[in-house]
């Protein structure tokens, strides 16, 4: 595809329940991020993904939060358990490499509400 | 730590020139992006800048000096539908991500 595509747009899911969140990047990019911006604010690192490398998952909040990137393309970002606190959107970017003068290409986001 | 600090709100008017300003405290440093983000929307990518000086893409510049880290993105011939956030952001130590500031909402009015 042209851009990057993330699915669903939107989730509404009751406290306790597990959700997955997918992420389609622009093909041949090899890094691939997952952020997370709650309202009015700015964007929270938290699992990179660079070709066949272990990935940096620095930014994971917790051990209910995983991910994983099969076959160098599609991610699945797993939360378990949710909490309210989850409640965010949560993005997806990719670029042809690494950061530095690179730029991210975003998807529109998943917007997941924790009742 | 890594943090970079911009204002929250900025307030102009079609036609105006505008400056949001950055400033970062990095452990080591990587350049400094710019990302615009309507409502609702996916942040896009604006500009980078690795070295010292200006770069200028159509009526958006953006400014970088390392030895004051600090930055700015500057907006000419403001129009309507640069209202938006912007956000400044640099990549981590470990170089496998970007830390973001808060971002600056920009309105813009007639």
């Known amino acids: 595809g042209a851009g990057v595509s993330q699915s669903p747009s939107n989730k509404v899911t009751e406290k306790g329940k597990d959700v997955e969140l997918r992420c389609d990047p622009i093909s041949g990019h090899t890094a691939l991020y997952w952020y997370r911006q709650s309202l009015g604010q700015g964007l929270e690192f938290l699992i990179y993904?660079?070709?066949?490398?272990?990935?940096?998952k620095s930014g994971l909040p917790s051990d209910r939060f995983s991910a994983e990137r099969t076959g160098g393309s599609v991610s699945t970002l797993t939360i378990q358990r949710t909490q309210q606190e989850d409640s965010a959107v949560y993005l997806c970017a990719s670029s042809l490499e690494a950061v530095g003068n690179q730029p991210q290409h975003f998807g529109d986001g998943t917007r997941l509400s924790i009742l | 730590g890594q943090s970079l600090e911009q204002p929250s709100e900025v307030t102009a008017v079609e036609g105006a020139i505008v400056q949001i300003n950055c400033t970062y405290q990095?452990?080591?440093?990587?350049?400094l992006s710019w990302y615009q983000q309507h409502d609702g929307g996916a942040p896009t990518f604006l500009s980078y800048?690795?070295?010292?000086g200006l770069e200028e893409t159509g009526r958006f510049s953006s400014f970088l000096s390392r030895s004051d880290s600090y930055g700015y993105l500057l907006l000419q011939e403001l129009q309507m539908k640069d209202s938006a956030s912007y956000f400044c952001?640099?990549?981590?130590?470990?170089?496998?991500?970007?830390?973001f500031g808060k971002g600056t909402t920009l309105s813009v009015s007639s």
């Open positions: 990095t452990s080591g440093f990587y350049g």
């Open positions: 993904f660079q070709g066949n490398s272990a990935p940096d």
């Open positions: 800048n690795g070295l010292d």
């Open positions: 952001s640099s990549p981590n130590q470990a170089g496998t991500a970007l830390i």
